[in-house]
């Protein structure tokens, strides 16, 4: 019995082997037996759901990477283009104020009676845009009430109030002056009038008690006549643009095209008669 039982412990082992060996060996042009294909298939299937995750993770992690470059170069370029507009918006003004003082290398007054001085416009309130400005020059620099405020193409406005470091201009483009300027049109002979404000159906100022004769044209030009107060002369005004008779039949209503585009201002100069002393009222 004990070698029987021996004999079919033996066959069975060497039927578990031949089996084994026969589950393993490939089945003819390098087909897989159905167990080994379930432990390859089992396998590769566990390496696709661990490298499932971590693909995905590194993808999030590639494009996370990569937003963050995006953003800093974004934020990059646009601190540059802030830089360019600033510089060009800089240039733009440097180039203006160049303009206005090679402009103004062409004023000469005569030494013996006139003394510019130079101003920039600091303050301009919208709501009254053509009405005031206020300049960084005062009484510590010269600047006196009545004085004439121009460009180099011409009058602009007069002095209307003065602290010891800034003033306030009155503009003459102001519809109700408080000011009245005497200016000489260059006719044959010049005549003189008196121009008491500013006329926004004409855009052009508005001269009165120009005599009924005067042979005026279009064109003519006007100035300051520098008779009384400290308001200096020949300070261009403007040009004859349109004349007709006054509501009164004895004089001329003369409207003149002014000299200088007031709506934008930065440049100024603050004309000072040297052949006064102190302070004067309006011409």
């Known amino acids: 019995m004990a070698r029987a039982g021996r004999l079919v412990v033996v066959a069975l082992l060497v039927l578990v082997v031949v089996l084994l060996a026969f589950a393993l060996t490939p089945e003819g042009r390098g087909v897989l037996s ?8 089992s396998v590769s299937l566990g390496q696709r759901i661990v490298h499932w995750p971590v693909q995905k993770v590194e993808e999030l992690v590639a ?10 170069e974004n934020r990059a370029l646009r601190a540059a283009l802030d830089c360019s507009l600033d510089l060009a918006a800089e240039n733009e003004r440097l180039r203006r104020e160049n303009a206005e ?19 920039e416009v600091v303050g301009r309130n919208f709501e009254a845009w053509y ?13 006196g009430v009545g004085m004439a405020v121009r460009t180099p193409r011409g009058l602009v406005g007069i002095v209307e109030s003065v602290a010891p ?11 109700e002056p408080r000011r009245r300027v005497s200016v000489r049109i260059q006719s044959n002979p010049p005549v003189y009038g008196v121009l008491d404000g500013y006329d926004a159906d004409h855009r052009a100022y508005r001269v009165s008690m120009v005599p009924l ?7 003519q030009a006007a100035v300051t006549s520098g008779l009384g107060g400290v308001l200096a002369p020949e300070i261009p005004v403007g040009t004859v643009q349109e004349f007709r008779a006054a509501e009164d039949g004895l004089t001329l209503t003369v409207w003149l095209r002014p000299a200088q585009d007031l709506y934008e201002l930065s440049i100024l100069f603050v004309v000072a008669r040297t052949d006064l002393r102190g302070e004067g009222g309006g011409p």
């Not at 159905?34 to 298939?41: Q, T």
């Not at 400005?133 to 600047?143: F, H």
């Not at 470091?165 to 519809?175: C, F, Y």
Request: proline residues 7%.
């Open 34 to 41: 159905s167990p080994s294909a379930f432990v390859k298939d």
């Open 63 to 72: 494009r996370l990477r990569e937003a963050g470059n995006l953003y800093e």
């Open 101 to 119: 003082l090679r402009e103004a290398l062409g004023l000469l007054p005569s030494p013996r009676d006139v003394r510019l001085i130079p101003a």
């Open 131 to 143: 009405r005031t400005v206020t300049i960084n020059r005062g009484s510590r620099d010269g600047v």
């Open 165 to 175: 470091h800034s003033a306030e201009v009155r503009l003459l483009t102001d519809p």
């Open 213 to 219: 004769g005067a042979k005026l044209e279009a064109g």
